[in-house]
């Protein structure tokens, strides 16, 4: 059986590169996976994009959203505390 890796987005109010980014992580040929954005309190409606679009691609999708920004460092440790995979990418 091959491990869970959990993939990681971090973002802030990139939008019109998201879609690009989970098309770029569900296309790979390892599928094993989850995807894990985490939205550092967009302004430009990626939450809304996410929630109304993305997750409904594939159940491998999950969001975590600040309620404030809390810079790089801080969505990269959300991500890792809330990964389910073996190894984190």
Known sequence: MEEL???TVTTYNRK?????VVA????QTYKNIEVLIID???TDGTV????STL???DER??????SQN???AAARNTAIASARGKYIA
């Open 55 to 57: 997750l409904g691609l």
């Open 5 to 7: 890796i959990t993939v």
């Open 70 to 72: 809390l810079g790089l």
């Open 24 to 27: 770029s992580v569900r296309n």
């Open 40 to 42: 550092d309190c967009s």
């Open 16 to 20: 019109d590169l998201l879609p690009k």
């Open 48 to 51: 809304e994009l996410i929630n």
């Open 61 to 66: 999708i999950r969001c975590v959203t600040h």
